[in-house]
């Protein structure tokens, strides 16, 4: 049963949408990305269901565009170098070292405590924010920061000749 905010959600979505693409669109400079941009908003919106605290929902809908806009020009700025970085013609001898300091990585991070590990992988893998690891986890902030340090710690320590070996 729709819920009457849900509603005008919908009837704002299907009125505006190709005007916050457009608008997207003018900060990710992709009409795919842009689409997924607004598309996650209202998902987001309609996941937390009574949306009656925002005061004005058109400036509102206007801030969540730019600023989601610029996380997914972030992101995609994270994964092209990333993939810049796979694709570079490496010398034998710099793909035998990147992939021991990958196995080292992977092995240590296999190593940590399962929460760490899960925290670790949320946050600094897949860039979630800490409040919503913490949701997705079902503990406090604090909590997902506490993991993430004594996953930090521990990684830096168990890694730490693996860096001296790469320096």
């Not at 608008?23 to 400079?29: A, C, L």
């Not at 979630?128 to 996953?151: C, F």
Request: hydrophobic content about 40%; some cysteine.
């Amino acid at each position: 049963m729709e819920t009457p905010c849900q509603k005008i959600l919908e009837k704002m979505f299907l009125e505006h949408y190709h005007e916050w693409c457009l608008k997207s669109f003018s900060y990710v400079e992709n009409m795919d990305d842009a689409q997924d941009v607004v598309q996650n908003i209202f998902v987001k919106l309609l996941q937390k269901g009574n949306v009656t605290y925002i005061g004005d929902v058109n400036k509102y809908l206007n801030v969540a565009i730019k600023n989601e806009s610029l996380k997914k020009i972030k992101r995609n700025k994270r994964t092209f170098e990333l993939y810049n970085q796979l694709t570079e013609v490496p010398s034998c001898e710099n793909e035998f070292i990147k992939s021991e300091i990958s196995e080292n990585m992977l092995r240590e991070l296999e190593a940590l405590p399962d929460q760490n590990k899960r925290v670790f992988t949320l946050c600094v893998l897949e860039g979630v924010k800490y409040e919503s690891a913490a949701e997705i986890m079902g503990i406090t902030v604090n909590t997902v920061k506490y993991h993430l340090k004594k996953s930090f710690k521990t990684l830096r320590l168990n890694l730490k000749d693996v860096y001296l070996w790469f320096l």
